[in-house]
């Protein structure tokens, strides 16, 4: 079974409102086979103050309301994803953000992947292109389902 790690952005999209999210499509049909057991997924740990934090920025936007957040947080807890702790991938996601000039955030999803054996998926279409070739990372945007 395929396993793919999918960043914040990518996750958001799952739960934000669907007319505003490029490539909303592809975001729900990942975790469809999720459901659907035919993936696996992982994330790291801090993922969920990084989701946390898209959609406060949606709420105070005013695309989100309060409990549409809390309850999409509630929702992404029931799926259940295995949390890997981030602090054991601090040291790589610092040494592939320094080579790839990206931040250690993003770097610690590509850490995870690359610790996993997973596939990273990101709606970033900087991030992907910045170090495509170069690690096992694909844009949400070139997924076909």
Request: aromatic share 10%.
């Amino acid at each position: 079974m395929n396993l793919f790690v999918l960043d914040a952005s990518v996750l958001a999209k799952c739960f934000l409102p669907s007319h505003l999210e490029p490539h909303f499509l592809q975001a729900i049909g990942l975790i469809e086979k999720f459901r659907k057991n035919h993936i696996q997924l992982i994330e790291p740990d801090f993922a969920w103050a990084e989701i946390g934090s898209v959609f406060l920025k949606s709420v105070r936007r005013g695309v989100f309301t309060e409990a549409a957040a809390k309850n999409a947080l509630r929702e992404l807890h029931k799926l259940d994803i295995d949390f890997a702790p981030s602090a054991a991938l601090i040291e790589t996601a610092f040494v592939l953000a320094h080579r790839h000039d990206r931040s250690v955030y993003d770097c610690l999803y590509l850490a995870l992947a690359i610790a996993v054996e997973a596939e990273f998926i990101t709606a970033d279409e900087k991030l992907c292109n910045a170090i495509a070739g170069k690690a096992p990372v694909k844009w949400l945007g070139a997924i076909s389902l």
